[in-house]
């Protein structure tokens, strides 16, 4: 496909499952369409050279063509024969070229780019990707998975995987960018169960569940009711990768313990789901049960952290709703589910004392909505003076999301 190419994934809340997720047990995420990652690919001036420009950690890097032509077309052609997983002899090639990043938080953005790039682009050159994102990093709401779908896609697209229809990305498309995605999710933190890339592909909301043999099991939940929500960020950095290594860890320590633990998790998400295919005023409050439940045994595994507490206690005091982590804790966000008696003023109150006494930040926000899109060349051409200084270090999100936003900008984005 000709550049330039735009494209955008949503982040997403786990209601029920984190965790236990990665262990094969099923869990449920919702897409949140006001949280999303967009990424711009252009042409640059110099032919020589492919540019990453991610001003939201800080990272702006060149490979010149010399160095990317030490990675050996052999591992590229064997990284995309096994799609679902990390080959070693191109892990091996990219090492040299992300040896400038290691240790930073910069490093596994970069190794996710790379690892697509490599397998799906092959030897193309002379371009820049430019990623801005209006959900918060590291938080709990799928960053990860959002920015792995707008590369799958955009390098799908611009490594011509992905050509048919122009007015609507096929089943087949969305599952390519799903599972180059996953790839991409592992680069970045592990082992990742597959649940926050399939939302940030296919949208609304998912019912997943990883099998023994990688495969998944995903059931869509086109029609996800409503729930009167506040979600809260801490704002306490804290890294995926560490917290799922945290919990593996445990498991091999004390398997008799967390293995049941992690199976109670599952069977919250298989309640949850029923509850949630038929939510109404006389069942709000078994589901607040099940949230309750399903944060004290995140507690148990250490993916809580003394910040989160916070929202919990808040609002467990003033009996205003159930809270739970949601994402990998460990910092990052909670979520919490209005009781039907919670007042207006109540609420505001809540939000206010998190807001102003920690620092947090609420949001109040619809859950559902579209999933990986992208805007077709002669779209962005026509708006390109307002698109690309959205995309700069300066640019604010609010900016982002007026001008970008799928379903409130006016831009024609091919879903
Ligand atoms: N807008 C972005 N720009 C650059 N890198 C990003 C962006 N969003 C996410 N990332 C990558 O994802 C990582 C965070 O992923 P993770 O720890 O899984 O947290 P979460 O997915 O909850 O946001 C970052 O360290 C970075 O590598
Ligand atoms: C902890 C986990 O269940 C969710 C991680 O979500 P996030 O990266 O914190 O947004 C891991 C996974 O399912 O891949
Ligand atoms: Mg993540």
């Known amino acids: 496909m000709s550049l330039p190419i735009l494209t955008s994934a949503p982040g997403k809340v786990i209601i029920f499952g984190e965790h236990s997720a990665v262990f094969n047990e099923p869990a449920i995420a919702a897409s949140v369409n006001s949280l999303r990652t967009y990424l711009l690919v252009t042409e640059t001036e110099d032919s020589d050279i492919v540019e990453l420009d991610f001003p939201d950690i800080g990272l702006d890097h060149k490979w010149h063509a010399k160095e990317l032509s030490q990675i050996a077309a052999p591992s590229r052609i064997a990284a995309s024969e096994h799609s679902k997983n990390l080959n070693p002899a191109l892990n091996a090639a990219l090492e040299p070229l992300l040896k400038p990043l290691h240790g930073s938080l910069q490093y596994h953005a970069a190794y996710c780019f790379l690892y697509l790039y490599s397998c799906l682009c092959g030897s193309r050159r002379g371009v820049k990707f430019s990623v801005k994102s209006s959900s918060p990093i590291g938080a709990g709401l799928g960053s990860s998975a959002s920015i792995s779908v707008c590369l799958a896609l955009a390098v799908g697209k611009f490594g011509g995987h992905l050509n048919s229809e122009p007015e ?21 933190h592990g082992t990742p169960s597959g649940i926050d890339n399939a939302v940030a592909t296919y949208g609304n909301a998912v019912l997943f569940q990883r099998q023994p043999n990688a495969e998944t099991k995903l059931e869509h939940i086109l029609n996800f009711p409503q729930i009167p929500m506040i979600l809260t960020n801490t704002k306490i950095p804290r890294s995926t990768k560490v917290l799922v290594g945290g919990v593996q860890d445990l498991i091999t320590r004390q398997p008799e ?97 998190l807001e102003t006494q920690y620092n947090y930040q609420t949001y109040t926000t619809g859950l559902g909505g579209p999933g990986c899109v992208f805007l077709p060349s002669e779209e962005i051409q026509q708006n390109i003076s307002v698109i690309e200084p959205l995309f700069k270090k300066s640019a604010n999100v609010s900016d982002l999301n007026a001008a970008l936003l799928p379903g409130i900008s006016g831009l024609k984005w091919v879903h």
Do not use: Y
């Open 168 to 188: 609507k990305l096929s089943k087949q498309e969305l599952d390519f960018v799903n599972e180059w995605s996953f790839i991409g999710e592992k680069c970045i």
């Open 257 to 353: 313990i967390i293995s049941p633990i992690l199976k109670a998790m599952g069977q919250l998400a298989s309640r949850g789901a029923k509850i949630l295919a038929d939510l109404n005023e006389s069942n709000l409050a078994d589901l607040c049960e099940l949230v309750r439940i399903n944060h004290g045994l995140l507690t148990s595994i250490g993916a809580s952290h003394p910040g989160l507490e916070v929202i919990k206690s808040l609002s467990d005091s003033m009996s205003i709703g159930s809270t739970k982590l949601t994402g990998a804790g460990g910092g990052g966000c909670a979520f919490t589910i209005l009781n039907q008696d919670a007042s207006l003023k109540d609420i505001e109150k809540f939000k206010n004392t």
